[in-house]
């Protein structure tokens, strides 16, 4: 058998059971009202009916902080990462800026926590962020190679990670 035949029968094999792959098996599950099928290799299960159970979450009508729209309010460039308090107030990385912004609990005022720069209390990128009770926050910076705690609105402790 020549090197031609082989391809040739190898490419015809393949084609058959791609052509057989693509029947689509549908199929109901028993007691769930969920319909399953897989069409050209691709598995799509699509919902019959509604589920039963109330979701865990629920995504608010009107959003609970609005920055950048009147005047006085924080234009935000980019936000990377942000957390929340226990008060319901945040704290937020604008990435394009290169600044670290606390928010008040109602959203209506704001304060630059640490603006851009290389110093004790300065960002350039914040990569993570931890809220530890209602006045400290831990922020992880690669880009200086640091990770600095914030306490009370200042500096408390800057720990370089550089070797």
Request: charge should be negative.
């Amino acid at each position: 058998m020549t090197v031609a035949q082989l391809v040739r029968r190898h490419f015809i094999l393949v084609l058959m059971a791609g052509v057989g792959a693509c029947g689509g098996d549908t199929s109901t599950t028993g007691d769930v009202l969920v319909q399953i099928e897989d069409s050209a290799g691709v598995r799509m299960v699509e919902y019959v009916g509604v589920p039963e159970v109330e979701p865990p979450f629920a995504i608010a009508a009107e959003p609970v902080y609005r920055h950048g729209a009147t005047p006085g309010d924080y234009a935000f460039g980019g936000i990377t990462v942000g957390r929340l308090f226990p008060d319901g107030g945040a704290v937020v990385s604008d990435a394009l800026n290169s600044e670290l912004v606390v928010l008040s609990p109602d959203g209506t005022t704001h304060e630059v926590l640490a603006g851009r720069g290389e110093g004790p209390g300065e960002v350039t990128y914040a990569h993570a962020m931890f809220a530890l009770g209602q006045d400290s926050v831990l922020m992880a910076d690669p880009s200086l190679g640091r990770i600095t705690l914030f306490a009370g609105r200042s500096v408390a402790s800057p720990v370089d990670q550089r070797r």
